[in-house]
């Protein structure tokens, strides 16, 4: 079964600043799909950014990119120009991209945002 | 776009009492649904996922139960709440047969049994 690690249970980052946030899964799969989901205080769950294993080319939003090392199973998320609003816990998650399979999450990371 | 309905957003149950925690989905038709549990400042914990109606699987074995009596409709279930069923419990789709579609969450329930 696939896992998702998150290794950094808090982060924090100081405003306008770039903070990156580590992910690390296991799978045997070839072809998956990432995500990282956003949860602010108000506990809505907000997609992020989402990348397709099979595309070598980091997904970026705005001000959010990747970093997927498909050889190293690692996806990290870069927030650069850090601004209040991130403050969140951000979750990491996988699918396989065969199959109705549910995603996979990591146990979060709670990013604080200092003014 | 799909919109997840989920209600009600906030419940205080005592413990042995019944549940019953609804969702519908709009905009989507045949949509994947999950449940969802998040204790407080942890992460998600998949309790149940449905691919199609009648069709449930089960991720934890617990006195939860889910139900989906029709095809945007998806009902999170107990007969006799423990004080461990306190959580936030979120509710989410994605489109059938598209695994690399998103996940949409409904706005959640927090659940507080006494």
């Known amino acids: 079964a696939q896992t998702v690690t998150q290794s950094q249970p808090e982060m924090s980052v100081q405003e306008a600043e770039t903070v990156t946030l580590s992910c690390t899964y296991d799978?045997?799969?070839?072809?998956?799909?990432l995500f990282w989901y956003k949860q602010p205080p108000s506990r809505q769950m907000i997609l992020v950014i989402r990348?397709?294993?099979?595309?070598?080319q980091n997904a970026t939003e705005n001000r959010f990119s990747v970093n997927f090392q498909k050889a190293a199973k690692s996806f990290s998320l870069k927030i650069s120009d850090s601004q209040l609003g991130d403050a969140a816990m951000y979750f990491c998650?996988?699918?396989?991209?065969?199959?109705?399979?549910?995603?996979?999450f990591g146990k979060g990371t709670r990013l604080s945002v200092i003014a | 776009s799909q919109t997840i309905h989920q209600w009600p957003a906030t419940l205080v149950q005592p413990v042995g009492s019944p549940l019953s925690l609804e969702c519908t989905v709009e905009?989507?038709?045949?949509?994947?649904l999950y449940w969802y549990r998040q204790a407080a400042g942890r992460g998600l914990q998949l309790l149940f996922y449905?691919?199609?109606?009648?069709?449930i699987s089960s991720e934890v074995p617990q006195n939860l139960s889910a139900s989906r009596p029709q095809d945007r409709q998806f009902i999170l279930s107990s007969k006799k709440l423990l004080l461990s069923d306190s959580g936030f419990y979120l509710c989410?789709?994605?489109?059938?047969?598209?695994?690399?579609?998103?996940?949409?969450f409904g706005n959640g329930t927090r659940l507080t049994v006494t």
């Open positions: 905009g989507t038709s045949n949509p994947n």
């Open positions: 998650a996988y699918r396989s991209r065969e199959g109705n399979t549910p995603l996979v």
């Open positions: 449905s691919v199609g109606i009648g069709q």
């Open positions: 990348q397709e294993a099979y595309k070598q």
């Open positions: 989410a789709c994605h489109r059938g047969g598209s695994n690399n579609s998103p996940l949409h």
């Open positions: 799978t045997s799969e070839s072809d998956y799909y």
